[in-house]
């Protein structure tokens, strides 16, 4: 018996025999009968050709013809149930209780929200069982959306799931947050797996990109990807342990399909144009205006303070001939020109789009190979991103009981880089928005003119003369064996492999600031990151029903995993002239090196129960180990429990006809959070930089300095996650309604705490915050109209969540302006801001609120007074569909945030900024004499009216209603597009951001200068998301 | 089915196995707290750190930036709002350059207190006791440097001579005085010029390079024969000397202490006066005086009107240029006002020492000047043109209780910059200056 059983052939055979056996039983085989039908398309009614219509419980099968046809010839009897399936449908189970002639209608699985099946941690559930908060999306959807990553692409589609989009710039990094911010210092990024592999998504830039992060989410080709799952609560979330407590979003590409009749090839091409919404864009003040203003500040500050000696007789703008101190005027405010600079650094960008796929599969393999490019130029100049993917993804059954599968992508991204944001000499968006537009943009010989900070518009543009690109190699991929060892026992091993190749150049050519003179001519930059994860993971599952009512899954699995960053960085200075580019051409070479590493190790295990699918338990447990914490406390455990109650199927709701579906979900547990610090996090350290001569005769020589406090106490960052969710169906399914709500409970939270600098530290990270996150989710379903040639679905979904800080050893700020602060009974990151009470009429001054009544404005009178979290958000989406047309229109909502508006801070400085900053045509409401009543105080540079930086003048609601994508998409008759031998042909028009409204009166209310955690909510310099408009066409064969 | 299970089973132990080495990774750049200072080579290195910390921290950029635009004779371009707090000496607490300069000052003296606690404890025959005596003079001279700034800028500050073991260390220790603080910096002077061998390094800490700050500070605390004194003594060292025509050059006698740059540490006041892209200009009025030939005469150098009529600053021609900390000029002129104002003044001793740099610089001898008064105020307005872009007048200003009237900072009690804010929060024990 034991030899049989561990030899494969044995085993089948007698697994055949069991199976023949029992059929015999059920069916006494007689003569043969007719059964037949026809396979159409549910929505265009066209015949399917090559549909698998196969009859349950037997190995009978059948392929349809070209008018969609089949036919058995079989010794089975009525009833029946044919199982049909067609690459690219929905499959279906449909019983038949009579000889007749069927018509079997398929559609599309990717027109379809809710599939079935749910991707869970490590396995799949179908949707009816699934304990956890989950929300599946359909990549189809939002593929085409053009934002070049497809976690940007979610916006709106997942209630819960709030996504902002930094910038225009395509391939930039996006803020995606679960469920609200459980961590004040340690990443809040969702975990991401794609295809089983844990990959990176933290940005790999080391080059100064004006505080704007890479997203390496943009690799991937959203053409690639067949669904994304988003795991929200415990009962979901808990089984990826340490790195779970942030949600988890599992992405599945695309996979071909078994005993596929012909092999299916998809082109998808598409060409589109982005341009920043005019409208919206920056207005600025004339030459002239600048010029006035600035006089009128020098004068008022005179008189505010005599020894200034500011007057008008030796004003700025006087006329040229009015030499003071060697020094002529700038000519009156009425000469002065205006210079536009948005002008030359805005542009309509191009979108090309194209890819290739190929879909199919015999009995023992199936495959998909998926081409793409992507070619997308951002509307700042010179910013492209471009993308090249390769996918193939592979199965074979080596035997019934061993299956092989490989997943693999290949991915070359292309970045024509631009610093907006941050970033005086080389912004490129600042060096256009901030310029004073009185200053001209060439001198009087012709050659570009600069500021006093910034680079000329035109050096930026040209990226001949300044060159910011990085190129991305990367591979994604994980191979698998699966052995069936016995009847629902399963082992699964595999090797999983995220691999980036990350490099960065930069090149100033020798007429730019950083470039120029008096530094040696021309600058290049060149830094590779290697950043490479490697998995291993052991998987034992198994399923076993008892009695037909006792449903029980169990799985148990190990994995460790390793991740390696190699930073290797050259600098040179000093080049022959500017077509000298390598670095070994440099008389000044500068070099750097670092490496870090980090590991981990995990068990975890699930238990799955459920009664007569009327009742479900589950529980999971993982016990994750890290290198990155301290000897004390390396290991963590993590454990969650749920439980679930179909009601629909107890008696009672049996006959209430109105309701087809009623779930009642609840769970509790644990997840962790290590993501986003330092791999060394919890040793006391020395670093070796602080280099230093001996003597003037011999250089530098190394150095070293303390730079990090040890803690080897440090731990995991723990949530607790409360859920509780309701699944209700209504009417077969026609509206469909989600709701959850959940309260999430951090300890420990990371955090680097301000340290007395007299420590010789600024921050030592600690476990040492608790935070709270509770609110509510809910997501609708409907079906509004369905007629046999007219469909109107509605989604909707919004999401509340009320975020507090609970516990703190002292409040905590972010960075050296300090604008954000956290504190206890607060959101997280609040804005802490003097308040701008009102301008009084009779003087002109700001009056702040003086919350301490000293008199004075110090700093225990800045408050809290916003923050970056809506009140609610979310998204709605209507898809309408007419014969061979579908509208789909997706808009995306958020309300109650708050933004602070940098770049009005430093443009409406009041004329104190002079010839360093522009001015923004709102100043010119400024107060001008007793009466005025007006927000923008009287100019002068003494006093509190423009000395304030954190000013909650420049605070502004951030809410908007965005529309974001409309897609119209018509398919072509199948008669017409037959006779070419195609399958199908589609076309579609998409247009992107159309519309918005939002009172925020900067370009867009979703930008951030920085995309640092706790540093966004800052606009400053930032490029809008553009208005999009692309056309393209699908075509199958 | 045995030998399918086996796999697993095998991979499951193989793990837990190797798990504990598995999740020992060490740090590849860095080493760890324990294994730092330890030997001759490791005494080096961190004495080394401290320099560097001195140079490119302490002297930032926004050191030198807040200092000259407080002295009234440079302008900001950057027309930043602190910039407008810093030139109507109306600073709040939580302006952000406040608590980099605390930081950085005691980041570097964090430092020193490592090589003070374990340099004497290190057993390494390679460490000499000539050298082992250098390397603490010099962490000795850097603390007291490092003090003696945060005095200057802060008035009352905390005094800590030992390293930082762990944060609970440095909570709750009262804010010892401005004068408190100065008598720490001349204990640690004292000591380091005990230690410090007597030859002559430019760019480190030497025993006169330790006499020479001693003359400043004593200068600060008002005992003018102290500082004669050791005026005296470094001026009488024949390697230190005025160096004509003026220029500001590495290595040469005139520099007494300065610091080191290179292209991977660069001097961070150079983007200051970077031509190409400036954050700082002199004013209309330091530049008539520096290129008034009675007045500036060689110094004219440091401001330069280019062809648009904008007034180039010439401090540092480099990204790697030095940056003097004391010059022999200073010497002369610490003597000189020393001399003045000790009990018994000594004016044809100040005048001529005023002359000494006047004259260096191709200017006029003056003559013989029999009014107290007037010989400090000659010597206020040479320093004023000696250090134009050096960040010196502000002090010197509140030192000498002139602020008020040549800079109109009326209020004495922002004659020292409020105690961070974001310190306070994190050392609730710390009591903020009067007056914010």
Not at chain 1, 1014 to 1030: C, E, H, K, R, S
Not at chain 2, 226 to 254: C, H, M, Q
Request: charged residues 20%; aromatic residues 10%; proline residues 4%.
């Amino acid at each position: 018996m034991n030899r049989s059983v561990y030899r494969p052939i044995y085993f089948i055979g007698f697994a055949m025999v069991f199976c023949l056996g029992l059929h015999s039983t059920s069916f006494a085989q007689t003569a043969n009968v007719f059964l037949a039908g026809k396979v159409i398309d549910e929505k265009l009614k066209t015949a399917l050709e090559g549909a698998t219509i196969h009859i349950k419980g037997t190995t009978h099968e059948v392929i349809s013809d070209k008018k969609g046809e089949f036919k058995f010839i079989t010794g089975q009897r009525v009833p029946v149930v044919y199982i049909v399936s067609y690459v690219g449908y929905t499959t279906r189970e449909i019983p038949v209780d009579n000889y007749n002639h069927v018509e079997i209608r398929l559609t599309e699985s990717d027109a379809k929200l809710n599939d079935d099946v749910v991707l869970v941690g490590y396995a799949t559930q179908n949707r009816k069982s699934v304990v956890g908060a989950i929300t599946k999306i359909k990549a189809q959807e939002t593929k085409h959306i053009p934002v070049a990553s497809f976690d940007a692409q979610l916006q709106g589609k997942a209630a819960g799931v709030q996504i902002n989009t930094f910038s225009g710039t395509p391939g930039e990094s996006v803020k995606v947050q679960v469920r609200g911010t459980a961590s004040i210092n340690a990443s809040n990024d969702p975990l991401y797996v794609i295809d089983g592999v844990f990959v990176n998504n933290n940005s790999l830039a080391t080059i100064d990109l004006g505080s704007k992060k890479t997203s390496p989410l943009a690799d991937i080709n959203p053409a690639d990807i067949e669904s994304i799952e988003v795991l929200k609560d415990a009962s979901a979330i808990a089984i990826y342990g340490s790195r779970g407590a942030n949600g988890v979003v599992l992405v599945t590409t695309k996979r071909g399909e078994y005993n596929s009749p012909k092999t299916k090839y998809t082109l998808d091409v598409s060409n589109g144009w982005q341009k920043a919404d005019a409208g919206r864009l920056w207005k600025l003040t004339t030459g002239p205006e600048h010029a006035t203003i600035v006089n009128e500040q020098w004068i008022n500050s005179g008189i505010d303070r005599p020894s200034l000696n500011q007057t008008y007789a030796n004003r700025p703008f006087r006329p040229v001939s009015e030499v003071i101190n060697g020094v002529p005027g700038r000519g009156n405010p009425e000469d002065q020109q205006t210079y536009d600079r948005l002008s030359r650094v805005f542009r309509t960008a191009k979108i090309k789009n194209y890819d290739f796929d190929v879909l199919g599969g015999s009995e023992k393999i199936r495959y998909n190979v998926g081409v793409g490019y992507t070619n997308q130029e951002g509307i700042l100049k010179p910013a492209r991103f471009e993308r090249s993917s390769a996918k193939f993804n592979f199965d074979a059954k080596l035997s019934r009981k061993i299956t092989f599968s490989s997943s693999n992508g290949v991915y070359r991204s292309f970045r024509q880089q631009v610093r907006g944001g941050a970033g005086q000499q080389a912004g490129h968006l600042l060096a256009a928005l901030h310029h004073p537009t009185y200053l001209p943009i060439f001198n009087a010989d012709g050659t570009p003119a600069r500021g006093s900070i910034y680079e000329n518009i035109d050096n930026l543009t040209n990226t001949e003369i300044t060159n910011i690109s990085t190129k991305s190699l990367r591979y994604i991929g994980n191979q698998s064996v699966e052995f069936d060892i016995a009847p629902g026992l399963k082992f699964k091993t595999s090797v999983g492999m995220d691999y980036n190749n990350y490099h960065e150049r930069e090149f100033f050519a020798d007429q730019t600031i950083i470039g120029g003179a008096p530094n040696p001519p021309g600058y290049r930059n060149d830094v590779l990151t290697t950043y490479t994860v490697f998995q291993n993971e052991q998987l034992l599952s198994f399923t076993k029903a008892i009695n037909k009512v006792h449903n029980i899954t169990a799985l148990l699995g190990n994995s460790i995993q390793e991740v390696n960053v190699n930073i290797v960085a050259a600098k040179g200075q000093g080049f022959p002239n500017n077509s000298f580019q390598q670095i070994s051409a440099a008389s000044v070479r500068t070099s750097s090196q670092s490496q870090s590493k980090s590991t981990l190790a995990s068990f975890f295990g699930r238990l799955n129960y459920n009664y007569d699918n009327k009742y479900f338990l589950e529980a999971s447990l993982r016990a994750d180990g890290s290198s990155k914490f301290g000897a004390n406390n390396r290991w963590g455990y993590f454990p969650a429990a749920g439980f679930a109650w179909r009601a629909k199927q107890e008696s009672f709701l049996e006959n209430v006809k109105q309701i087809s579906e009623l779930k009642f979900r609840t769970s509790v547990g644990l997840a962790g959070n290590q993501n986003g610090i330092n791999d060394y996090a919890s040793r006391g350290l020395w670093a070796g930089n602080g280099q230093y001569p001996d003597d003037l005769v011999n250089g530098q020589k190394p150095g070293i300095a303390p730079f990090q406090l040890e803690n080897p106490n440090l731990k995991w960052e723990k949530t607790t996650t409360y859920n509780a969710g309701l699944d209700l169906g209504l009417f077969k399914n026609r509206i469909t309604i989600n709701l959850d709500a959940y309260y999430k409970y951090t300890t420990d939270a990371l955090l680097y705490l301000p340290v007395p600098g007299s420590t010789g530290y600024s921050s030592s990270l600690a476990n040492a915050g608790e935070v709270s996150n509770k609110g509510i989710e809910l997501g609708i379903n409907s079906t509004n109209i369905k007629t046999s040639s007219f469909e109107w679905t509605t989604s909707f979904n919004i999401a509340s969540n009320v975020n507090r800080a609970e516990k703190l050893i002292s409040p905590i700020t972010f960075e050296a302006r300090e604008y954000r602060r956290t504190q206890v009974g607060a959101p997280l990151g609040s804005f802490w801001l003097y308040k701008q009470l009102y301008v009084d009429p009779k003087t002109g001054d700001a009056v702040f609120d003086d919350v301490d009544k000293d008199g004075k404005l110090t700093q225990a009178d800045r408050q809290l007074l916003g923050n970056l979290i809506p009140k609610f958000f979310g998204g709605l989406t209507n898809t309408l569909s007419y014969k061979g047309f579908d509208l789909n229109i997706l808009f995306t909502y958020q309300y109650g945030n708050d933004v602070y508006n940098f770049n009005k801070y430093i443009l409406e400085g009041g004329g104190t900024r002079d010839a360093s900053r522009s001015i923004l045509a709102s100043q010119l409401s400024r107060w001008q004499k007793p009466g005025d009543i007006t927000n923008t105080p009287r100019v002068t540079s003494v006093g509190n009216n423009y000395n304030i930086e954190q000013n909650s003048r420049y605070l502004e609601d951030g809410s908007f209603v965005r529309l974001k994508a409309v897609t119209l998409n018509y398919t072509l008759p199948a008669k017409l597009i037959a006779k070419a031998g195609l399958n199908k042909v589609s076309v579609y028009l998409l247009g992107t951001n159309l519309w918005i409204a939002t009172k925020y009166t900067g370009a867009d209310p979703e930008s951030s200068g920085s995309a640092g955690q706790n540093l966004d909510g800052l606009d400053t310099a930032t490029p809008p998301q553009p208005i999009g408009v692309q056309a393209g066409a699908r075509i199958s064969f | 089915m045995k030998k399918i299970l086996i796999t697993p089973i095998i991979l499951f132990a193989l793990s837990l196995v190797s798990c504990k080495k598995y999740l020992e990774v060490q740090p590849f750049d860095s080493v760890s707290d324990e294994n730092t200072i330890f030997d001759k080579s490791s005494a080096e290195s961190a004495v080394r750190g401290a320099y560097r910390s001195l140079a490119s921290n302490n002297y930032g950029s926004a050191f030198q930036t807040t200092i000259l635009l407080s002295g009234g004779d440079v302008k900001s371009l950057n027309n930043a709002q602190t910039d407008l707090n810093t030139i109507n000496y109306d600073l709040r607490s939580d302006i952000a350059f406040l608590s980099t300069f605390w930081l950085n000052g005691y980041n570097t003296i964090n430092r020193t207190n490592h090589i003070i606690e374990k340099v004497p404890l290190i057993t390494d025959a390679n460490l000499t006791a000539a050298l082992r005596d250098q390397l603490l003079g010099e962490a000795y001279f850097i603390r007291a440097l490092s003090y003696f700034d945060l005095g200057r800028l802060f008035g009352n500050v905390q005094i800590f001579l030992a390293p930082t073991k762990q944060v609970a260390d440095k909570f709750g220790v009262k804010q010892s005085s401005q004068s408190q603080v100065y008598d720490q910096v001349i204990a640690d002077l004292n000591k380091a010029e005990s230690l410090l061998p007597a030859t002559i390094v430019r760019n480190r800490a030497r025993k006169l390079t330790a006499t020479a700050l001693r003359a400043r500070v004593y200068l600060y605390q008002k005992k003018y024969a102290e500082a004669e004194a050791d005026a005296n003594t470094v001026l009488a060292n024949p390697n230190y000397k005025l160096v004509k025509p003026f220029a500001l050059a590495a290595g040469t006698p005139e520099s007494v202490l300065e610091l080191s740059y290179s292209v991977d540490a660069v001097n961070p006041g150079y983007a200051l006066w970077n031509t190409s892209n400036r954050a700082l200009e002199p004013k209309a009025v330091i530049h008539n005086l520096l290129n008034d030939p009675t007045v500036g005469g060689g110094r004219k150098i440091l401001s330069v009107a280019n062809a648009a009529g904008q007034f180039i600053g010439g401090i540092f021609p480099t990204n790697t240029a030095a940056n003097y900390v004391i010059r022999t000029a200073e010497l002369y002129l610490v003597r000189a006002e020393a001399r003045a104002q000790k009990s018994t003044p000594d004016l044809t001793g100040a005048v001529s020492d005023l002359n000494e740099v006047r004259v260096r610089s191709g200017l006029t001898a003056i003559a013989s000047v029999s009014n107290k008064e007037d010989v400090l105020l000659l010597i206020e307005n040479e320093r004023r043109v000696e250090f134009a872009l050096e960040p010196v007048r502000w002090f010197d200003l509140v030192r000498t209780g002139r602020a008020a009237t040549v800079l109109n900072a009326t209020n004495p009690a922002k004659y020292i910059f409020p105690i961070p804010a974001s310190e306070i929060l994190a050392d609730p024990s710390l009591v903020q200056n009067p007056g914010y």
